[in-house]
T-cell receptor, first 117, second 114 residues
Framework: NAGVTQTPKFQVLKTGQSMTLQCAQDMNHNSMYWYRQDPGMGLRLIYY???????DKGEVPNGYNVSRLNKREFSLRLESAAPSQTSVYFC????????????????FGAGTRLSVL | AQTVTQSQPEMSVQEAETVTLSCTYDTSENNYYLFWYKQPPSRQMILVIRQEAYKQQNATENRFSVNFQKAAKSFSLKISDSQLGDTAMYFCALRSYNTDKLIFGTGTRLQVFP
């Protein structure tokens, strides 16, 4: 009963380092999302993927890249980390093809807490 | 642009009492969905309740119910018989019918006291 799995759970980077956050879902969902959560600002969408092979920018895409490797996996890459990217990152998925019968519901992973020094 | 506003940064309630969390939103769409998510200290985002805008009947899930006022663009969450395990951040969120994107409010931190 895994749902959405994110790795790692915690990470500390130095400014300028790169890293990839991994996300996998086992619910056969079409759509996947990356959010960041900052104090007092709720969750903001970074990138999303409506289906395998497609990705689109969200509200705050600068400094990030994504890859929809296959239907299950959606990774988020920081090429040159900056202190402003210190945040908690959430991956989510939904079966958007079933909008109106529950496909609109997004299911979230447990998050990755990232600190950039 | 769509927006979601939660005007109560923090709330507290005594165990077994009832509390209502407020949410207002703005959208030009006629068809959309509204959600309340709970985020306990574990950080996991958990869906509490969902409302489809075209349905006039307010959604309920056990102790959780909503007061959906479409004309006023208001979507409040009522928690009855509050339990210690209800202590969490609560986020209101909006999604248009024809988009995958969720717009979140800034959250309300709820503390349930014994």
């Amino acid at each position: 009963n895994a749902g959405v799995t994110q790795t790692p759970k915690f990470q500390v980077l130095k400014t300028g380092q790169s890293m990839t956050l991994q996300c996998a879902q086992d619910m056969n969902h079409n759509s996947m999302y990356w959010y960041r959560q900052d104090p007092g600002m709720g969750l903001r969408l970074i990138y999303y993927s409506a289906s395998e092979g497609t990705t689109d920018k969200g509200e705050v895409p600068n400094g990030y890249n994504v890859s929809r490797l296959n239907k299950r996996e959606f990774s988020l890459r920081l090429e040159s980390a900056a202190p402003s990217q210190t945040s908690v990152y959430f991956c989510a998925s939904s079966d958007s093809g079933l909008a109106g019968v529950g496909g609109d519901i997004q299911y979230f992973g447990a998050g990755t807490r990232l600190s950039v020094l | 642009a769509q927006t979601v506003t939660q005007s109560q940064p923090e709330m507290s309630v005594q165990e077994a009492e009832t509390v209502t969390l407020s949410c207002t939103y703005d959208t030009s769409e006629n068809n959309y969905y509204l959600f309340w998510y709970k985020q306990p200290p574990s950080r996991q985002m958990i869906l509490v309740i969902r409302q489809e805008a075209y349905k006039q009947q307010n959604a309920t899930e056990n102790r959780f119910s909503v007061n959906f006022q479409k004309a006023a663009k208001s979507f409040s969450l009522k928690i009855s018989d509050s339990q210690l395990g209800d202590t969490a951040m609560y986020f209101c969120a909006l999604r248009s019918y024809n988009t995958d994107k969720l717009i979140f409010g800034t959250g309300t931190r709820l503390q349930v006291f014994p």
